[in-house]
């Protein structure tokens, strides 16, 4: 266990459906992040949230939607997908101060599978 | 601006023989470093990372690093593998007010 919880650790879901994948770290970090993990391919940043407020988003399709309520907390809610988008979905957070990120610590991941 | 050159994609190595994961990178800035596995449908573990002071750095699992500023790499070392070490690699920098930048990954197959 690293301090990062993502759920549900596995998810097959139809081209019509709508999920939401879970990220909850209690670390006391205060930025959180979404990395999309596909195979053969290098990892891929999707999103990044400081204090709660969306810094980032890396030309990701509007099917994924990304909710940060709170800064122990992050959603990635999904509808509509495509096969492509079968991957590992990595959450991850860190702290940040006075500009100065001291690295990431990782979920366990949300194998997603598109059918 | 930066980037992560992971030297090997896939190094096989035998039991109880030593490893050598090489990670060269390229930045404007200074930079921290670090390096993650990964085992089979599990999240990035952090192995060891770099901020300042001493270029080598000890992570769990007997693993070691050393941040060589004029070569500009961060190489992976290990004694002697084993099996349970089978798994992906991957180094990381991350510039002082940035976002961290991750290598392809090396695959580490250790046989016995």
């Known amino acids: 266990e690293t301090g990062v919880t993502q759920t549900p650790r596995h998810l097959v879901m139809g081209m019509t459906n709508k999920k939401s994948l879970k990220c909850e770290q209690h670390l006391g970090h205060n930025a959180m992040y979404w990395y999309k993990q596909s195979a053969k391919k290098p990892l891929e940043l999707m999103f990044v949230y400081n204090f709660k407020e969306q810094t980032e988003n890396n030309s990701v399709p509007s099917r994924f939607s990304p909710e940060c309520p709170n800064s122990s907390h992050l959603f990635l809610h999904l509808h509509t997908l495509q096969p492509e988008d079968s991957a590992l979905y990595l959450c991850a957070s860190s702290h940040v101060t006075q500009g100065t990120n001291y690295g990431y610590t990782f979920g366990s991941g949300t194998r997603l599978t598109v059918v | 601006a930066q980037s992560v050159t992971q030297l090997d994609s896939q190094v096989p190595v035998f039991e109880e023989a030593p490893v050598e994961l090489r990670c060269n990178y390229s930045?404007?800035?200074?930079?921290?470093l670090f390096w993650y596995v990964q085992y089979p449908n599990q999240g990035l573990q952090l192995l060891l990372k770099y901020l300042s002071g001493s270029t080598l750095v000890k992570g769990i699992n007997g693993f070691e690093a050393e941040f060589n500023k004029s070569q500009t790499s961060f190489h992976l070392r290990k004694p002697s593998v084993h099996i349970c070490d089978t798994a992906e690699y991957f180094c990381a920098v991350l510039p002082n007010a940035g976002k961290s930048t991750f290598g392809d990954g090396t695959t580490l197959t250790v046989k016995p």
């Open positions: 930045s404007s800035v200074s930079v921290y």
